[in-house]
DNA sequence: GACTGGACTGGGAGCGCTTTCAGTCTCAGT
DNA sequence: ACTGAGACTGAAAGCGCTCCCAGTCCAGTC
């Protein structure tokens, strides 16, 4: 440990060269003989030469990292697979780039303040906000940040600059649709948080599909996108309209949930009820019975965000995107 | 944006003190006089000044994050939830020190190489290694690593100074000796990777318990963690040994897969066979029939990790930690 | 009243790198 | 031989902060 670091100058001095002449040399700028960068070379690798990133984000004003912050009072939002895949997502796309991940759950009052604090003073080149709730403290700091900031889902409340989202309306239509295409006519939701953005967009598909089919779209319980809550709601939903037939759940995780208490209560899916998820997490391949589903490209919306942030770190001026969804049937519907 | 920073200086100047006063009024250090120290306190206020991590951080040679990294050539791994409350337990530590969270899933070869970069040239304060397997190309990084190393789990192989890692080998015991007591004698087992740490615990544990209970233990086929790695080695075992009444699988990953192969092969779960699984993810709860399992306290597990870091950051040197396992009886036993 | 120790102060030297800019060199063009 | 364009060079000025250290100041002592 604690060897010391090799400097520039270290490498300079050896290569016979000015400090600035190495430095251009390493960062392959202009203006440099090919004789000189030849020696920078020799001298970097036989001296193990390896830039100071701190030092080096000093001088360039850059700091050399982006953080993905994600809302929410519980941590262990985090461990819903969806996040995991969308973290997947912007790593295999960062680790192409030199900038690194810095991850800020962002949980209690302190993790929020350090939060405010880096967005406002620049200890990152760029934030990817998940999973903002309706009034968000995590929104406000965004408008007054001093970074790019790219939102993951569209955010209830206002229109950012930069978002890539699904395409959540239509994947509810989609899938509420379909339950109406089978011939269920009773059709329910259990919808996910509906002071976020994924949840009120997939609840407004659901209105959209039941509209034109002329069907009643009053029986909604709210959940809150977690396995229990899934489990709640259908309980709730059972109770108050006995007779449902079909049900689009708006997201696997509580489509687990009300699949286990359909399964307590007796319904057969999908003879009695139908069940549409919405993700096409990998665990709906194994419910049982298999899970119809909204497929959406999760992995592809971590990319693509870390690709948008990147774009506006290079100074362009990107468009949302919003990815499609598609309706995967399996065995519940 | 781009509002230009306020720095040190100006709020020096404007509290009527030296820089050097100022800094150490901000660091809350001694040998500031009162009066200064206010002054300062309220130019901070007035100016919105906050310090420029970056700055400090060439000055002090103190970064100010730690890396988490995980290793396996499948970036998918984290969205097992079981890294997931890894991280999250981390996070929780962390977010009350001044220290920020670098994810490094170091999946590719540059993310290897930028990886090995920073712990060899300190751009991490310290940095976490999870789920080496056997000749990890990462182990020999930890080993000239210019930073503190803390593993999970302990690493095949070599025995680090730092380590958190769940009492493996016990639970493994535990669950075996569970389908013991049970009346089971055709017991096999799916284990994990034998190449991790981890794997090859929870293996040893079951050999110990069958070498106890006198039974034979060469009833076992190699698993990876993974779900459906869990229901290809469920159908294998069902091949081999069609006579099985019992099986502890490594993880409740492959329990999943497992009890979906046991179910389409017609096997009734416990009746035929009983099946123990390990880490009680939370939809070990909600299986069918809900799974018996070897709990270990995961989040905890990241937290301790956190924590063992923070020690050695501060110069301690504290003991391997080895958490207990405990085995929670569900249905399916 | 000279002296001492302790509390405080601020100048200044870095931390390691980038980048500007005044020059120097080369060489084709005249 | 002279000129100017263009390629290259390196000294020096930062980036914003920490921390050492030589001092200053002010009781408190004798």
């Not at 995991?84 to 991940?101: K, N, P, Q, R, Y």
């Not at 760029?126 to 939102?151: I, K």
């Not at 309306?169 to 002071?195: F, P, Q, W």
Request: proline share 5%.
């Amino acid at each position: 440990m604690a060897k010391r670091q090799v400097t520039l100058d270290e490498v300079a001095e050896r290569a016979g060269v000015s400090r600035s002449a190495a430095s251009r040399a390493i960062n392959n700028a202009p203006n440099v003989s090919r004789v000189k960068r030849e020696a920078v070379q020799r001298a970097v690798e036989a001296l193990g030469y390896v830039p100071n990133a701190t030092a080096r984000a000093l001088a360039t004003q850059q700091v050399g990292s982006v953080v993905l912050a994600i809302s929410g009072e519980d941590p262990a939002l985090l461990a819903d697979p969806f996040f995991a895949e969308v973290v997947v997502g912007i790593s295999s796309v960062l680790e192409e780039t030199d900038l690194e991940l810095v991850l800020s759950l962002a949980t209690s009052e302190r993790g929020q303040a350090r939060l405010a604090q880096r967005l406002r003073t620049r200890q990152a080149d760029g934030v990817m906000l998940m999973s903002l709730r309706e009034n968000d403290p995590l929104a406000a700091l965004a408008h007054q940040a001093d970074v790019p900031v790219v939102f993951g889902g569209r955010p209830l409340g206002f229109e950012p600059s930069y978002y890539v989202d699904a395409d959540n309306r239509c994947g509810g239509r989609a899938a509420t649709e379909h339950l109406v295409a089978t011939g269920r006519t009773r059709i329910a939701t259990i919808t996910g948080r509906l002071d976020e953005g994924a949840g009120t967009a997939r609840y407004q598909g659901f209105q959209d599909a039941l509209a034109v089919a002329g069907l009643d779209a009053s029986r909604i319980v709210q959940g809150d996108f977690a396995e229990d809550g899934g489990a709640q709601a259908m309980g709730e939903l059972l109770a108050r309209w006995p007779d449902l037939d079909g049900v689009f759940v708006a997201s696997d995780q509580m489509a687990i949930g009300a699949l286990r208490v359909l399964r307590e209560a007796g319904r057969s899916v999908p003879d009695d009820v139908a069940v549409v998820g919405f993700n096409d997490i990998s665990a709906a391949r194994h419910t049982v019975p298999p899970l119809t589903t909204v497929h959406q490209p999760i992995q592809a919306l971590g990319r693509e965000m870390a690709r948008m942030l990147l774009a506006v770190l290079a100074g362009e001026q990107p468009s949302p995107l919003i990815l499609p969804t598609r309706l995967v049937v399996r065995a519940s519907s």
